[in-house]
């Protein structure tokens, strides 16, 4: 059934059919994942199919659908409707789904209504400036979806304190390469013994973390160079971060290596083991912590495992 439906959807892609794909999009109730301990952050553009069909079976604890710079003008109608069919076939992910709309003022508003029916659990809105602005995308959301801000214009990074408007405005990306140049600041600065750098990293993480936000570092662009992308998680690492911003499976990969800590790992999983047999004792074997985000039984059997191996 389930196979069938995806390839109603790749063809109606390929036929570059916007009616018969939006027909395909049908809103339904997802489980919010609330989890706020993730470490590694993957982008995925929503104009590849075959990437999209992959969520599960990444290692990644928090995938970015995104609609914004790596997807063309004329592919962003399609898309936005291929985000919205995704996040209705993951009805409940133990990965957190959050949607990187386009500017605000480049379709970013119509984006977050339409999407508001298919349920992210956040949306991301990039080139923010001021409070005003993330008011009025606050006003837009769903009341269960947070909202994430990518920090990348000058404007942003001056209001820095005012962006959190509300609780639910939970998580900042640093978007170093716009940040920069929005600033006039050359691109070689951005090295690990550069003072500049060195501050914008630090600041960023210190006003994050006194407003309760999560502070997610940027993109390390050059993805195959994996030795300098080590070096600076493991900078960013003895700075405070947890996070990081991925654009391929192997720098997840090494993010989860070097982020992971093995007291919060075993911490965490005799918690998942736990609250998994107590609801399965009253018949449940799938539901939403609010730290721990979906937990079924894989979840639990890899907990399980972990707790087994670290023994």
Same mark, same amino acid.
């Given at each position: 059934? %389930?196979?069938?439906?995806?390839?109603?959807?790749?063809?109606?892609?390929?036929?570059?059919?916007?009616?018969?794909?939006?027909?395909?999009?049908?809103?339904?109730?997802?489980?919010?994942?609330?989890?706020?301990g993730f470490s590694s952050v993957l982008m995925l553009s929503c104009n590849n199919i075959k990437h999209l069909s992959k969520i599960n079976s990444l290692d990644a604890d928090c995938i970015i659908l995104n609609?914004?710079?790596?997807?063309?003008?004329?592919?962003?109608?399609?898309?936005?409707?291929?985000?919205?069919?995704?996040?209705?076939?993951?009805?409940?992910?133990?990965?957190?789904?959050?949607?990187?709309?386009?500017?605000?003022?480049? @379709?970013?508003?119509?984006?977050?209504?339409?999407?508001?029916?298919?349920?992210? *659990?956040?949306?991301?809105?990039?080139?923010?400036?001021?409070?005003?602005?993330?008011?009025?995308?606050?006003? /837009?959301?769903? *009341?269960?979806?947070?909202?994430? /801000?990518?920090?990348?214009?000058?404007?942003?990074?001056?209001?820095?304190?005012?962006?959190?408007?509300?609780?639910?405005?939970?998580?900042?990306?640093? @978007?170093?390469?716009? /940040?920069?140049? *929005?600033? @006039?600041?050359?691109?070689?600065?951005i090295n690990k013994n550069n003072p500049t750098m060195l501050y914008i990293l630090s600041h960023f993480l210190i006003s994050c973390r006194s407003m309760d936000v999560k502070a997610v570092s940027f993109v390390?662009?050059?993805?195959?160079?994996?030795?300098?992308?080590? =070096?600076?998680?493991?900078?960013?690492?003895?700075?405070?971060?947890?996070?990081?911003?991925?654009?391929?499976?192997?720098?997840?990969?090494?993010?989860?290596?070097?982020?992971?800590?093995?007291? *919060?790992? %075993?911490?965490?999983?005799?918690? %998942?083991?736990k609250l998994f047999e107590m609801h399965e004792s009253q018949g449940i074997t799938g539901f939403v912590d609010d730290e721990y985000g979906f937990i079924d039984e894989p979840v639990y059997k890899g907990a /399980?495992?972990?707790? =087994?191996?670290?023994?």
């Amino acid at each position: 059934m %389930i196979n069938n439906y995806l390839q109603d959807v790749e063809n109606a892609f390929e036929n570059r059919d916007l009616s018969a794909l939006n027909a395909l999009a049908v809103p339904s109730f997802r489980i919010i994942n609330k989890s706020k301990g993730f470490s590694s952050v993957l982008m995925l553009s929503c104009n590849n199919i075959k990437h999209l069909s992959k969520i599960n079976s990444l290692d990644a604890d928090c995938i970015i659908l995104n609609l914004e710079d790596a997807v063309s003008k004329q592919d962003k109608p399609f898309a936005l409707v291929l985000c919205a069919i995704f996040l209705s076939l993951n009805k409940q992910s133990s990965k957190k789904l959050v949607v990187r709309v386009n500017a605000l003022d480049e @379709g970013g508003y119509e984006e977050i209504v339409y999407l508001n029916q298919f349920m992210p *659990d956040a949306i991301r809105v990039p080139k923010i400036k001021t409070q005003e602005e993330v008011k009025q995308v606050f006003a /837009l959301i769903n *009341d269960e979806c947070e909202l994430h /801000l990518s920090i990348e214009t000058k404007e942003a990074w001056y209001n820095l304190s005012q962006l959190k408007v509300h609780k639910r405005v939970t998580t900042f990306y640093l @978007g170093v390469l716009d /940040l920069f140049a *929005d600033m @006039g600041l050359n691109h070689s600065l951005i090295n690990k013994n550069n003072p500049t750098m060195l501050y914008i990293l630090s600041h960023f993480l210190i006003s994050c973390r006194s407003m309760d936000v999560k502070a997610v570092s940027f993109v390390y662009q050059k993805f195959k160079n994996l030795e300098i992308f080590s =070096e600076w998680i493991s900078l960013e690492k003895s700075m405070g971060y947890d996070c990081k911003a991925c654009i391929s499976p192997k720098q997840v990969e090494l993010v989860n290596k070097i982020f992971e800590n093995q007291e *919060d790992l %075993i911490t965490r999983a005799k918690t %998942i083991v736990k609250l998994f047999e107590m609801h399965e004792s009253q018949g449940i074997t799938g539901f939403v912590d609010d730290e721990y985000g979906f937990i079924d039984e894989p979840v639990y059997k890899g907990a /399980l495992v972990l707790l =087994e191996t670290k023994s």
